[in-house]
């Protein structure tokens, strides 16, 4: 199935990823590609095999204690926020 | 004595336990040579001083008594590990001048286990390459050049600044990362050992996230034993790491040296791919004799769905990819752009902190996730993972380790590859699948091609023997004598 330029712009949008107008054509022809040449998967029979989401399916998903075992670190957390202020992230406004 | 850059990592280790030099004087010769090879860009951030004061601290350790597993020695970190107060960047825009408050789970145990670190290597953007060529700091020029011209060459990989450091002697060692190759293609580029552990064996905790089915960290050195030295102190069981695996550590070391009489190779025909170089072709009848001069037996054996493994790898890995890049949306760390609404205050900042690459994979990976789609890609693909792992168990049963090339040409020039995607893609077919099926797989250096450059080999065993990879990579390394060396060594 090929990509077009309106499928780029709608995924662009799902990803929150800006991208400009000129870079579209470009962008929808290397997905076409992409996506033509992943195609060929379907020439394999998968009739009841179960999808692998991973390796270590087999392993045995743990649970710890509920109890707190990190923390005490906010100007650490904080240290890196491109705007913050008085022990806050600052960000932009998102209610009107 | 040989200088000091040109001791193996478990030679160092010898020298320092002897007294020969110190962790210092060795640290020195690191950083004057990795000064004397900056054309290399094989780092985006050095570390000399803290290299030094490591060394220091580890000198006085030493002279007390106590001596870690990698103690006083060298290394280099590939820029995707998070470390404590040192920027780590991915090599992308997005995180550049981001400091972690904390460390990374391998480079932690490395750190307790007295490494000196000289700093952050170079690598493609959030690990997504085969050329190291999408980094935002820069292209990596691989050490070794082509008899036939003097064009600058591609040191692989996503691991590339960490393979041309091991190659030209600026690092004893360094970590790299691999989720369908960044390992052991780069290493098969620049004549080094690069090796990928089993899924879980090494924490991901604290790396730099591109797909999580996949990711494993391990260790790229120049010989085989070195491998399994550094493997040592990377490994372990981690509960900040979901997937982490709660099983015994070997001592891998004790791997080596042992013969392999009565070990079943297998030889997969399915890896002789079309457009493979003959040469490389060559060098792996060359790999089944040495094996079998050393008493292996060697089996054929059928991977039929190999071929599909690299488009299953380019639907799941995106996938992955989008999810775990949503984190990046300016707002608590990294790069932020201003917008008039928040909306556009994401968009603008994605859209100006990614590269070509990385955005192309998360739009993939967002169209393969998308509604609509889900089923016929996404799921699709992990049911092939899926059958693309259970012919590695049914070859397993038959084998203790498979032979076969580890990418199916040598390193290529700077632009080269990068207006044909699926070429570039190509370099993975080799190593995609040990990938999908979580396997320990390595490659070591077997030959020259004759233009001069470095040829890997990748032996795969099944999950968590990396004691028989070791040990049958041991027989590769011995029987290949491989000495070549790139000119421009520092």
Redesign the interface.
């Given at each position: 199935m090929s990509?077009d330029k309106s499928?780029?712009a709608r995924?662009?949008?799902?990803?929150?990823?800006?991208?400009?107008e000129e870079d579209l054509d470009a962008?929808a022809d290397?997905?076409s590609?992409?996506?033509g040449?992943?195609?060929?998967?379907?020439e394999?029979d998968?009739e009841g095999?179960?999808?692998?989401?991973?390796?270590?399916e087999g392993?045995v998903?743990?649970q710890?204690d509920d109890v707190v075992t990190d923390g005490d670190?906010r100007d650490?957390?904080l240290?890196?926020?491109?705007?913050s202020e008085k022990g806050y992230?600052v960000?932009?406004?998102?209610i009107e | 004595m040989a200088s000091l850059t040109d001791l193996t990592l478990t030679e160092a280790q010898t020298g320092l336990a002897s007294g020969d030099f110190s962790s210092k004087e060795l640290t020195e010769a690191h950083i004057t040579a990795i000064e004397g090879a900056r054309d290399l860009n094989a780092f985006v951030i050095e570390t000399p001083e803290r290299a030094i004061e490591d060394a220091e601290r580890s000198d006085k350790r030493r002279a007390s008594g106590e001596v870690g597993g990698i103690e006083g020695l060298p290394i280099a970190i590939k820029d995707l590990f998070c470390t404590k107060g040192v920027q780590s960047t991915a090599a992308s825009k997005m995180l550049e001048g981001?400091?972690?408050?904390?460390e990374s789970t391998v480079t932690a145990q490395m750190v307790e286990a007295g490494m000196v670190m000289l700093g952050k290597t170079n690598l493609d953007e959030f690990a997504m390459g085969s050329s190291n060529e999408t980094s935002y700091f820069g292209p990596v020029v691989n050490p070794w050049k082509r008899n036939s011209d003097d064009q600058p060459l591609v040191p692989g990989g996503s691991s590339g600044g960490s393979a041309a450091a091991v190659a030209a002697r600026l690092c004893l060692a360094a970590t790299g990362t691999d989720t369908g190759g960044s390992i052991r293609q780069p290493a098969s580029f620049c004549g080094i050992v690069g090796m990928k552990p089993t899924?879980?064996r090494c924490s991901r905790w604290g790396i730099v996230a591109f797909a999580s089915?996949l990711d494993q960290a391990g260790p790229m050195t120049r010989t085989v034993r070195d491998s399994a030295l550094l493997l040592q102190s990377m490994v372990g069981f981690d509960?900040k790491d979901?997937?982490s695996?709660?099983v015994p550590v070997p001592d891998f070391q004790a791997a080596l040296g042992q013969d392999i009489k009565g070990l079943k190779i297998g030889i997969p025909s399915e890896y002789r791919l079309d457009g493979t170089d003959p040469e490389i072709l060559g060098l792996w009848d060359q790999g089944i004799k040495w094996l079998e001069e050393a008493g292996a037996e060697t089996v054929e054996v059928s991977l039929p769905?190999t071929k599909?493994a690299l488009?299953?790898y380019?639907?799941i890995a995106p996938a992955e990819a989008?999810s775990n890049l949503?984190r990046y949306?300016?707002?608590?760390?990294?790069?932020?752009v201003?917008?008039d609404?928040?909306?556009d205050?994401?968009?603008?900042t994605?859209?100006?902190g990614?590269g070509a690459e990385v955005?192309?994979r998360?739009?993939?990976g967002?169209?393969v996730l998308?509604a609509g789609y889900y089923d016929a890609?996404y799921?699709?693909?992990?049911?092939?993972?899926?059958?693309i792992?259970d012919e590695f168990s049914v070859a397993f049963e038959q084998v203790d380790a498979i032979l076969t090339p580890t990418v199916p040409s040598a390193a290529f020039a700077h632009g080269e590859k990068s207006d044909d995607?699926?070429a570039m893609y190509l370099n993975d077919v080799l190593t995609v699948p040990a990938s999908?099926?979580?396997l320990p797989g390595i490659s070591v250096p077997a030959g020259l091609s004759s233009d001069g450059l470095p040829l890997g080999l990748q032996l795969i065993t099944k999950?968590f023997d990396e004691e028989t990879l070791f040990r049958v990579a041991d027989v590769i390394e011995q029987s290949a004598k491989f000495t070549g060396r790139p000119d421009m060594k520092a």
């Open positions: 990509v499928t780029v995924i662009a949008q799902l990803a929150r990823i800006k991208v400009p962008l290397e997905l590609k992409i996506v040449w992943v195609e060929q998967l379907d394999v998968t095999v179960a999808p692998m989401a991973s390796t270590a392993t998903l743990r710890r670190c650490d957390v240290s890196n926020a491109p705007e992230f960000v932009p406004k998102v | 981001f400091v972690p408050p904390y899924y879980g089915s509960p979901t997937t695996a709660d769905r599909y488009p299953v380019y639907i989008s949503a949306d300016g707002m608590r760390y990294g790069l932020r201003e917008g609404t928040l909306t205050v994401y968009e603008n994605r859209g100006e990614f955005r192309r998360i739009l993939m967002t169209y998308s890609y799921i699709k693909a992990q049911k092939v993972r899926k059958l792992a995607l699926l999908l099926a979580g999950a």
